[in-house]
C-alpha cells in the first residue's frame, strides 16, 4: 500500500461542509455551500445519493503523545471497530468495509483490526482546550473539477486524506502534490489549498481535520493560486 509522507507545506482537502468562490465574502465565511458536504441521514456512513457527507465529529481532551500519524485498519463490525478504539479515533463506513481512524504512534496497531495504512507523521496540531477529528468521505466525478478547483479554503487544523479511486493535486503556496488510489496525502493548519481532480475517473476518499473543536474547520481564503495542478 503506497502512501505519501510529505514534510513541509502540503495542504489538502477539498469539501467540507462549507466552501465558497474565493473572491467573493460570505455574510458568515464558514456557512457557504459551493460544494455541500452534509451530515447523512445514518451517522457514520455516506449514502449513494450523496457525494460528500460528514461521517463523524469525535471530540476529546488530549493529544496523544506525537509525532502523530493517522492509523487506518479494518474490521469486520462497528462494534469491533468501535472496542478497539482511543479517545482519538473514529469509526466509520466507506466503500464496503469499516474504518477505524486513529490518531497515534507510528507502528502502533489496534487488537482484532485489518492494518492498512499510516500516513504521517502529520503537521503539528494548534494547541487547543479540546480537539475534534472531523471525517468526511467526497465521491466526485472530474464534471465537479471546475467548482471544487474554485472552493479555495484553509482548515483550522492539519487535514489528511486517503483515496480510494482516482486522483487529485492540491496546490499551496508552497507547490503542488499528488495523490492516487490507494495513497494519502496531508497539509498543515491554515495553509491556503484548491484541490483539483485529476483525470477521467471518480475521486472518491477519506478526509480528515484534526482541530481546535471551538473554532471553525474550514474557512474561505482569498488566496489567488497559479493553475500549478494543471501544467
Sequence with gaps: MRYFVLSACISLVLILPYHTVAQTTPEHPTAHALVPCGDPPTPGKRPANMDCA????????????????????????????????????????????????????????????????????????????????????????????????????????????????GEQCLETPNGTVRARAGEGMFAPAETPMQLNFIGPSKRDALFVIVHDSAKPATTVSNWMPKGTCQK
Design 54 to 165: 460528514v461521517l463523524a465529529r469525535k471530540q476529546f481532551p488530549v493529544l496523544p503523545k506525537g509525532p502523530l500519524v493517522l492509523r487506518l485498519e479494518n474490521f469486520l463490525t462497528v462494534e469491533a471497530a468501535q472496542g478497539a478504539s482511543t479517545p482519538a479515533s473514529a469509526v466509520v463506513e466507506a466503500v464496503g468495509k469499516v474504518w477505524l481512524l486513529t490518531l497515534g504512534s507510528k507502528g502502533e496497531r489496534s487488537q482484532g483490526g485489518n492494518f492498512v495504512t499510516e500516513i504521517g507523521p502529520i503537521p503539528a496540531v494548534p494547541q487547543a482546550p479540546r480537539y475534534e477529528l472531523q471525517v468526511s468521505e467526497a465521491n466526485f466525478g472530474p464534471e465537479m473539477n471546475a467548482l471544487v478547483s474554485k472552493a479555495v479554503h484553509t482548515h483550522s487544523g492539519p487535514e489528511i486524506w486517503y483515496l480510494f479511486t
